[in-house]
């Protein structure tokens, strides 16, 4: 049995998966096949309308925009010898340093950067043409974990986390979660050093007092969602309580879900149980629970890839209503589409209102949404 289908019969106890009964008569789940495919050309027409001549998305010294959005463009079908491709890869090709980063020069995104560009290399990755780039990009990615490397006490909120890449940066989980996003895809495993060591930095950004959190906000909020950061005095979009907690929401909580189950963690674990009851308590497609439309196409995308990780098909919400998240959520992003195939956050908080980034998050979301059979006993 595979560890995502194990993880997915486990879950059954939680109440998140159910795969028989009269609720579920419909024969596949997700949306319908065609529509998606209408869907998925016209974001990826404009994605190729948008791209300026030097292969670039956006901005030409800011490969991190560029980068997702070729991302995307791969996990969506369209192959590595496509000309857009092509000029994007070598457009990337030119932020390729000689300590094995691959970021602008004087960058202050080095890991940011790095991580979303291997990524990119991983899935164009034909013949090995990139393979020694990868190594040479996990290496040094691996070096700006804060660790012992940094003289970084695994007491210290910091350990095992990591930032954007600056110096004097300090971690935070999303940049730890594309950081294990990009180690996976070069190759590490759940029992991977640099792995274990993240899963003591994201055990720190819940909200779950334990022998794993003993960080000063462990116990104020304990609801088991997550926030941005422990570290620097502790941080969290969603704003603190008047008793210095700091509030769980919906990106944060789905990212540090998924890296959990990346780390090995399994639906016995209390922090895999506590983290499910908050998104069972939060499910929404509408909005990022509790930042409502800030941050809403990057929530999409944490959220589509923390579902598929756990193999769910269906989520039971705490009302006990049944939700086939895939056609929920594609469907949503069907009727947000605008007419030029583009999408965009009109709350521009982490650039969401620029169409090529909302566009690349919404297409890697609708990665996750294809149409499959349903399961049963």
């Given at each position: 049995?595979?560890r995502?289908?194990?993880?997915?019969?486990?879950?059954?106890?939680f109440?998140?998966l159910l795969?028989?009964?009269?609720?579920?008569?419909?024969?596949?789940?997700?949306p319908?096949?065609?529509?998606?495919?209408?869907?998925?050309?016209?974001?990826?027409n404009f994605?190729?309308?948008?791209?300026?001549k030097?292969?670039?998305w956006?901005?030409?010294?800011s490969?991190?925009?560029s980068?997702?959005?070729a991302?995307?463009?791969?996990?969506s079908?369209?192959p590595?010898?496509?000309p857009?491709?092509?000029?994007?890869m070598?457009?990337?090709e030119?932020?390729?340093q000689t300590?094995?980063?691959?970021?602008?020069?004087?960058?202050?995104?080095?890991n940011?950067?790095t991580?979303?560009l291997?990524?990119?290399?991983?899935?164009?990755?034909?013949q090995?043409?990139h393979?020694?780039?990868?190594?040479?990009?996990?290496?040094?990615?691996?070096?700006?974990?804060?660790?012992?490397?940094?003289q970084?006490?695994?007491?210290d909120?910091?350990?095992?986390?990591a930032?954007?890449?600056?110096?004097?940066d300090?971690?935070?989980?999303?940049?730890?979660?594309?950081f294990?996003?990009a180690l996976?895809?070069a190759g590490?495993?759940?029992d991977?050093?640099?792995?274990?060591?993240a899963?003591?930095?994201?055990?720190?950004?819940?909200n779950?007092e334990?022998?794993?959190?003993t960080?000063?906000?462990?116990?104020?909020?304990?609801d088991?969602?997550?926030?941005?950061?422990?570290?620097?005095?502790?941080?969290?979009?969603?704003?603190?309580?008047?008793?210095?907690?700091?509030r769980?929401?919906?990106?944060?909580?789905y990212?540090?879900?998924?890296?959990?189950?990346?780390a090995?963690?399994?639906?016995?674990?209390k922090?895999v149980?506590?983290?499910?009851?908050?998104?069972?308590k939060?499910?929404?497609v509408?909005e990022n629970?509790?930042?409502?439309?800030?941050?809403l196409?990057y929530?999409?995308h944490v959220?589509?890839?923390?579902?598929?990780t756990?193999?769910?098909?269906?989520?039971?919400?705490?009302?006990g209503?049944?939700?086939?998240w895939?056609?929920?959520?594609?469907?949503?992003?069907?009727?947000?589409?605008?007419?030029n195939?583009?999408?965009l956050n009109?709350?521009?908080?982490?650039y969401?209102g620029?169409p090529?980034?909302?566009?690349?998050?919404?297409?890697?979301?609708?990665?996750?949404?294809?149409p499959?059979p349903?399961?049963?006993?």
């Amino acid at each position: 049995m595979s560890r995502m289908r194990s993880l997915s019969s486990l879950l059954l106890m939680f109440g998140l998966l159910l795969v028989a009964g009269p609720e579920l008569s419909a024969q596949t789940i997700g949306p319908k096949a065609e529509e998606l495919a209408k869907v998925r050309v016209r974001a990826i027409n404009f994605l190729k309308t948008s791209q300026s001549k030097d292969g670039s998305w956006t901005s030409p010294d800011s490969p991190a925009v560029s980068g997702l959005v070729a991302f995307s463009l791969l996990q969506s079908g369209v192959p590595a010898n496509d000309p857009v491709i092509e000029k994007a890869m070598k457009h990337f090709e030119s932020f390729v340093q000689t300590d094995g980063g691959i970021y602008a020069p004087k960058s202050q995104l080095a890991n940011y950067e790095t991580s979303i560009l291997l990524l990119v290399f991983h899935e164009a990755n034909q013949q090995g043409k990139h393979t020694e780039l990868i190594k040479q990009a996990d290496r040094f990615l691996r070096k700006l974990q804060w660790d012992e490397t940094e003289q970084t006490d695994q007491s210290d909120p910091k350990y095992g986390g990591a930032g954007y890449g600056r110096t004097g940066d300090r971690p935070d989980l999303s940049n730890t979660s594309f950081f294990l996003d990009a180690l996976e895809a070069a190759g590490a495993k759940s029992d991977d050093p640099a792995v274990q060591n993240a899963l003591v930095f994201l055990s720190r950004c819940q909200n779950l007092e334990s022998e794993y959190n003993t960080t000063a906000a462990a116990s104020k909020i304990n609801d088991g969602g997550f926030y941005y950061t422990p570290a620097a005095g502790g941080n969290s979009p969603a704003g603190q309580t008047e008793n210095g907690g700091l509030r769980s929401y919906g990106s944060m909580t789905y990212a540090g879900l998924k890296s959990m189950v990346f780390a090995g963690l399994t639906p016995h674990d209390k922090r895999v149980q506590a983290a499910t009851e908050w998104i069972k308590k939060h499910y929404s497609v509408q909005e990022n629970p509790g930042l409502g439309q800030q941050g809403l196409f990057y929530y999409f995308h944490v959220f589509s890839k923390s579902l598929a990780t756990l193999d769910l098909d269906y989520l039971r919400d705490e009302a006990g209503q049944l939700h086939d998240w895939r056609k929920e959520l594609a469907n949503h992003l069907f009727q947000l589409q605008q007419e030029n195939g583009a999408w965009l956050n009109k709350s521009d908080r982490w650039y969401e209102g620029n169409p090529d980034l909302a566009t690349a998050f919404s297409l890697m979301s609708l990665k996750y949404c294809d149409p499959k059979p349903a399961k049963t006993n």
